[in-house]
């Protein structure tokens, strides 16, 4: 970086940063806004809030009637998918990463694979069936059990790396002190990794909350909707509700939102770190 | 245990042969307890990763609806999709997103650069935190926003552009495009249709150039190269030619000529190699029907090459080559754009209420707009992680040879973080020809007015979940997967070679 600071530059990055995040933040401001609004209010005002003694609550309570339902489906799948994930990667990278023992390097390829495996995209067509013979179309547990299946390849290959980087000297001397394998993982990897399974389970949790197409092909009951499904089938009716429909979409953005807020600078540094290892 | 003995020699037999045991079970039981930890990954990636893969292979050959029909057809569904003018259709519409594409990576990258450039922490922190919000909200709640935004009437495009005046320059546009399409169209009958087959032709000349261009030495050996090149260009004629290319052992052999004129060219052209490959792809598509302009156009421009540099050495005829091709290319493109897409009077925005999502004409430039200022997040952050491993000195012995804030873009940080961009452009190719999502909640299965907006992967789940063809699915999934796999191994050498 140029040590001497040009105002003009200065002005200038930030003058093209501001314009950027202005229009990236339009569709978020547009949906608060319209999410007071009747459509005939919306109509003739679309840019920007109404007096407030006009706002519509009620747009608020009607979403949240409908959208709550979906709220809670969606934390049930993400929640539980991204802790199965979790603890069975960690045990799987780190008896890969810890230990010398016959067909280690088939099962850490095995998993290697899947990554390289792109654009297998009929597998949808053939997961279906398998479900169906499961009996698990139309029912949650599916969506766990695929959210749990997908993390599987990113998390053991970043925890593997990371796990094989701690000294081996923690890991004996826990041996010695009559540590067993699931002690070793609890004391020793989970603090000293925390920061990179952080950032690896807020990546799952975010393919499991946003996932579109398997939850529409599964989920058939009203009760069962996930919130992408929830919201999708909303929009789907014919006669528009535009401020109900802001005000859901709104509202269904508050749990992640949320959650950031709890992890923002382990996420924004992890994420970045993340990358330069990856 | 064994410091109780004096010495091993003094172990009986049955002692020894009890140790032994003992070790092997202890490490026989480290193992066991290896393997269970391993189990659920283990088993929960064959279960639903591997079993539905290998199974599409396996239904591919099948008349297949789940527990209704399972009838063994062969190569049918291959022949059916081979055959099918929407699949490679679909394609051509992943071309023009591809395309798109490429200018849609510069926000990303420019707001990266913008980002590390800052001179305050605290600032270079907050908008590092700004960018990481919008991915923070649902994919979903975005893709619902930017189609209310395409809506006709309540829709915030048309209301900016009817405030703005957009619309009625668009409107104007809308009479004058057609005018410049139809003086042009002598242009195209007279002389482009007939000497380069289209402007396609006319642009993939000027590509070849710029391929051509890089070759520094005039040994006697770039004969040889000529060639290699040429007849690389005449496998796919030759196999269409004769017929081949409709029996499945003629697509095996051809494939097989492909990837052995593709180890050949590496040998041969050393790490330049790779752009020959996709030149040769894009003149198969853009000439077929009259493939035999491909080796002509190849020849064309190495006899231009041969010209230029029979006058004049590396150094003074590289320019004037980069030159020609860049002008025949960005003639090419505006012939294109005044010439082949406007040509008729759309009729939409005179009334003000033009259905983007709806209209034939209209959709292809709502997807391309779709997600303006286009920063994609994960990209912004990549890059700048890039951009974070430069060192100080590089950038304080750029300033001392003069080199202005604008050319340290071009001369420092894209070169530095060309390895994140160009990975980031392999995920998006890959995405751009797997992903459907989109489409089929802004357009539904049958992809938009005219399946306008279908794409390959749209397609296969439309033949499968909406037409009941799930045998036919699983083939038109194995050809797109094939599609990507040699992609896939064209790019990890691509990155690897560069590094």
Redesign the interface.
Known sequence: ??KK??KL??G???G??C???F???V??F??IVVSFKS?EQ??SN?WFFDHPSTWKWGNWGIAWDTVSGYISNSIFVSVSGTAITL???L??S???AR?D????NV?FY??MA?M???????????????L?KLNLVNSLWALV??A??GG??AG?FILRNFIEDIPKELFESAQLDGAG?LQQIRHIILPLSASIISVTCIMDF?GS??N??LPL?LLRDDALLT??VG??RL?GEYV?Q?GQ??AG?AI??VP??L??LFS?RL??KG???G??KG | MASSRSSQSDLSSAELSKFKRHQFWQKSRLWLTLYMLCLPTIGSLLLFSYYPKVDVVIMSFFRWVPSQIREFIGFNNFKEAFADPQFWQSFKLVGILLVANLAKLWPGILAAIALHRLASQKLRYLFQVCFVVPMIIPAMVWLLIWKSFYDPDFGLLNRVLKVTGGMELLDGMDTFMPKVASLLSPVFNGFINPVFGGVGGLILLGFFIFGSAGRKELEKSRWGDYGLIIASSLIVPVFAWTGLIQTIPGIVVMLIAIIVAMVLLNKRLGSSWIAWPFLILAGITVFWGELVRLPIGIIAAFAIYEIIRSKRDFYTGKPILMTISLTVITVGSLLILFGNIWTEPLEQFHGGNPAWLGNKDLVIPALIFWGFPWVGTVGVLIYLSGLQNIPQDVYEAAELDGVSPLGMIWHVELPLIMTQVRINLIFLTINTLVAYETFLILLGPDGGPGNKGMVPGLYMFSSAFSEGRFGYACALGMVLFIIILLLTIVYQKYVRVEK
């Open positions: 970086m140029p600071i040009s530059g200065e200038i990055k930030l093209y940063l314009f950027v995040l229009f990236a933040f569709p978020l547009i949906m459509n919306y109509l679309p603890g069975i990667v045990m799987a780190y008896a890969i230990y023992f016959p067909g280690k099962i095995l998993v899947t390289f495996l792109p654009g297998t995209v009929a597998a949808l067509v053939t997961l279906f069936d398998l169906m059990v695929m749990a299946v599987q390849v053991v394998h975010l909350w946003n579109v197409i092909l919130i992408p919201l999708f929009d528009k535009y429909l802001m979409y269904s953005s992640l939102l959650i950031f923002m996420f924004v994420l970045s770190a990358a330069v």
